[in-house]
C-alpha cells in the first residue's frame, strides 16, 4: 500500500485518460455535494424554527374558557364562565406532575384606552401574572427586575415593559426605573424592562407588552378571583400531552361542566406541536441522506463501470504480471487502491465545493438580515466524517467487481488478448 511505485502506477492509470477519469470523478463529487447542500438546508430549516421556540417551555398547554354547549347540573346550554384563582390549586392537588400554573389576565389597549407617559402615549397588550410566567415566555429582565411573591401578595402596581415601548415612550438613555406609566387611567411604577430572546423581526408588537402582578391586574380592573387563561407546564420526565386529559377533567369538574361537553374548554398543546416539527426534522434529515446518498450511489455506479473498462484495456498487462508470478491478492489490491484513490479525491472535492457553497450562503444571509425560518445552514463534523467513511466504502465498492473480474482472467488468454 506504501509502494512508491503502486502509486506511481496508480497516478499514470488515472491521468492516462484525464476526460474519462474527470467525467468519471464528477459523479462521485456531485453526489457529496448534493448530500452536503441538502443536509445544510435542513439544518438551516431547524435552526430558524428552533430560534422560535428558543426560551419557550415547550411542555406546556395553555387552556381557556368558551361556551358550554351540554347543560350540567342544573346549569343551561350556552353558558359563560370563567376559570377561578382556586382552580389552580385544585389543580396542583390533583395532577401533582404539573411543574408551573400560570394563570393569567390580559387586555389589549383600546381606541379610548392609552398607555400615558408624560406626552407620550401608545397602546399595548397589558397582562396580569405570576412570577413564573417568566420562565414559560420567551424572554429575560434586561434591566431592573420582574414582579416577586411579595409585589403579589402586597398587590403592588408595579410593571416590566418591553424594550419596544421603552422606545416609544422615553428619550434615548433616558432612565427608565422608577417612572411611572398611566395605564388606562391607573398609575403604574417601572421597575423592570424585558427583551425577547427570539426575534421577528422588529415588527410592530416586538418587545411591545406590558406585564404585572396578577393581583395588582385584578385590583386595578375589577377582576376578583376571575382567571383569563392559564398556562400549564408539566415537569420534566412527564408529557402535557398525556396530562391533558386529567387537566381538563378537573376544571370541568370544578366550574360545573359536563365531561363530554368539548366546546366548553379549548386548549393549545404546544408539546405536540413541538413534537411534530420535531418529525418534521428527522423526515427532513432522511430525506436529505436518501436522495444524497441515490445520487452518490449513481456516481460509484459510474466508478464501477469505468473501472471495468480500464481492467479489459490492461487485460494483457495483468496476463504479463499473473505469468511473472506476481500474487492475485496484489493484483486486486492495485485496482481496489485505483477505485478507493478516484473516489475519495472526487469526493474531497465534493466537499470543498458544499463547503464553500455554504459559506457563501451564510455571508449572503449576514448581509440582507435575518430570513424567516431559516438561519445559520450547516453540517457537522459527524457529517463530514461521515462522508468520508461513504467514500471508502463506496471505493470499496466500486472496485471489487473489477477486481474480481481482473484476477479470473487466465494469464494465457490474457497474453493472447490484442
Do not use: C
Request: aromatic share 10%; proline share 3%; net charge negative.
Amino acid at each position: 500500500m506504501f509502494s512508491k511505485d503502486r502509486w506511481k502506477e496508480i497516478l499514470e492509470v488515472l491521468s492516462s485518460n484525464v476526460m474519462r477519469t474527470v467525467a468519471t470523478a464528477f459523479g462521485v463529487g456531485w453526489g457529496i455535494f448534493i448530500l452536503i447542500i441538502l443536509l445544510a438546508a435542513g439544518k438551516g430549516l431547524e435552526n430558524g424554527i428552533r430560534q422560535d421556540f428558543n426560551g419557550v417551555a415547550t411542555n406546556t398547554m395553555f387552556m381557556w374558557t368558551e361556551t358550554t354547549s351540554m347543560a350540567h347540573e342544573g346549569l343551561p346550554e350556552g353558558r359563560n364562565f370563567n376559570f377561578k384563582l382556586e382552580d389552580v390549586e385544585l389543580l396542583r392537588q390533583n395532577v401533582p406532575e404539573l411543574r408551573i400554573i400560570s394563570p393569567r389576565n390580559g387586555i389589549r389597549m383600546g381606541p379610548e384606552d392609552n398607555v400615558i407617559r408624560g406626552t407620550e402615549t401608545g397602546r399595548y397588550r397589558v397582562f396580569g401574572d405570576y412570577p413564573e410566567i417568566i420562565e414559560q415566555n420567551p424572554m429575560y429582565v434586561a434591566h431592573g427586575r420582574f414582579f416577586n411573591y411579595n409585589d403579589i401578595n402586597e398587590k403592588r402596581k408595579v410593571v416590566v415593559i418591553g424594550d419596544g415601548i421603552r422606545n416609544d415612550l422615553y428619550e434615548e438613555g433616558e432612565e427608565v426605573l422608577g417612572t411611572y406609566l398611566k395605564i388606562s387611567g391607573v398609575n403604574f411604577m417601572v421597575v423592570g424592562t424585558y427583551k425577547e430572546k427570539t426575534s421577528n423581526g422588529g415588527g410592530e408588537n416586538s418587545e411591545r407588552q406590558i406585564f404585572m402582578p396578577f393581583t395588582a391586574f385584578s385590583q386595578a380592573y375589577n377582576r376578583a378571583d376571575n382567571v383569563g387563561w392559564m398556562a400549564i407546564t408539566a415537569k420534566d420526565g412527564s408529557s402535557i400531552s398525556e396530562l391533558s386529559e386529567a387537566v381538563i377533567s378537573t376544571v370541568k369538574q370544578s366550574r360545573k361542566v359536563h365531561p363530554d361537553d368539548e366546546r366548553a374548554i379549548g386548549f393549545f398543546d404546544l408539546y405536540e406541536q413541538f413534537n411534530r416539527v420535531e418529525s418534521l426534522f428527522g423526515a427532513l434529515r432522511f430525506v436529505a441522506y436518501f436522495v444524497g446518498i441515490l445520487v452518490l450511489i449513481s456516481g460509484i455506479i459510474g466508478v464501477s463501470n469505468i473501472m471495468l473498462i480500464v481492467i479489459k484495456e490492461r487485460t494483457k498487462e495483468i496476463g504479463i504480471r499473473r505469468a511473472l508470478g506476481e500474487n492475485p491478492w496484489s493484483i486486486r489490491l492495485q485496482i481496489l487502491m485505483e477505485s478507493i484513490f478516484l473516489t475519495i479525491i472526487s469526493g474531497m472535492v465534493g466537499i470543498i465545493f458544499g463547503a464553500l457553497s455554504i459559506y457563501g450562503i451564510n455571508t449572503l444571509l449576514e448581509s440582507i438580515g435575518p430570513v424567516d425560518m431559516f438561519l445559520n445552514p450547516s453540517v457537522s463534523i459527524g457529517v463530514v466524517v461521515s462522508a468520508l467513511l461513504i467514500l471508502i466504502v463506496s471505493g470499496l465498492l466500486a472496485g471489487f467487481i473489477p477486481a474480481n473480474s481482473a484476477i479470473r482472467v487466465r494469464p494465457i488468454e490474457a497474453l493472447r488478448t490484442e
